[in-house]
């Protein structure tokens, strides 16, 4: 009768220990499925960022040729067209060619802006001031502040970094009503970080990201998660009447 008794609890005890372990092999496998699913959600989201801004720069490569070849030749001409004319009859004119001067030199920097060569060629950063220089001669201040442990970074970061403040300050420039615009930049060997700050009329943050959400393309949401995506963090700042801040942080 003991060894009955002897050999029920040995059974259970392998039972229960069979039980426990099965639960616990069932866990960790589960563990480890949605652990490789986030992984590859992550490489997939990644992946997707790479294609859409391949896409995107390959239209932009489009729009600075149209700029340079078609829209600039056409300055060119009216141009030379108006040097032909005697300044006599048109007291205006010296103020015209000047002015399709300033034009032609817009479009050429545009167009330079456009292309990612361009990009590569100068570093996103040097590519950026030259964005505020054409920014400044508009009447609107922006002070570019730079720390940096200069480094070499990657083609696709140097264009993402440069191709995010340059939508930031576009959307800066169509919306925030701003004459001041403040740019710090600090890079070190771990991170990027941005702070681009206004005097515009500044708006709702919540309320805005709310409307914004069904939005495509070049939205504050779009570029919260392209950042994300990427590995950093796109914050926004902002009140009614009190400007706008935006922090910019990216891990290298």
């Known amino acids: 009768m003991l060894i009955f008794v002897i050999c029920g609890i040995l059974f259970l005890s392998l039972l229960s220990g069979f039980i426990v372990y099965f639960i616990v092999f069932y866990r960790q496998k589960q563990a480890n499925f949605l652990q490789e699913k986030k992984l590859a959600e992550s490489i997939y989201q990644q992946e997707l960022l790479k294609a859409l801004n391949e896409i995107k720069e390959t239209t932009l490569q489009y729009v600075a040729s149209e700029l340079h070849d078609n829209i600039g030749q056409m300055a060119s001409v009216v141009k030379m067209n108006l040097m032909l004319l005697p300044t006599s009859n048109h007291p205006n004119l010296e103020l015209s060619i000047e002015m399709m001067g300033n034009i032609l030199q817009e479009i050429k920097t545009l ?16 590519a950026l001031e030259i964005d505020v220089e054409r920014i400044n001669k508009l009447g609107i201040q922006i002070e570019f502040n730079i720390e940096s442990e200069y480094q070499n970074l990657a083609a696709d970061k140097e264009i993402f970094l440069y191709r995010l403040c340059q939508e930031t300050l576009h959307n800066i420039l169509q919306h925030a009503v701003a004459r001041n615009i403040r740019i710090n930049i600090k890079e070190s ?64």
Do not use: H, P
């Not at 950042?227 to 914050?235: D, E, S």
């Open 111 to 126: 167009s330079k802006g456009l292309k990612s060569e361009f990009i590569e060629e100068k570093g996103w950063i040097k």
């Open 189 to 252: 060997k771990k991170e990027i970080e941005i702070q681009i700050e206004d005097n515009g009329k500044g708006f709702d943050v919540n309320a805005y990201l709310e409307k914004d959400i069904t939005k495509k393309g070049n939205g504050l949401q779009s570029m919260i998660k392209r950042c994300k995506i990427a590995g950093g963090n796109y914050t926004i700042e902002s009140k009614v009447g009190m400007g706008t801040s935006i922090q910019i942080k990216l891990a290298l």
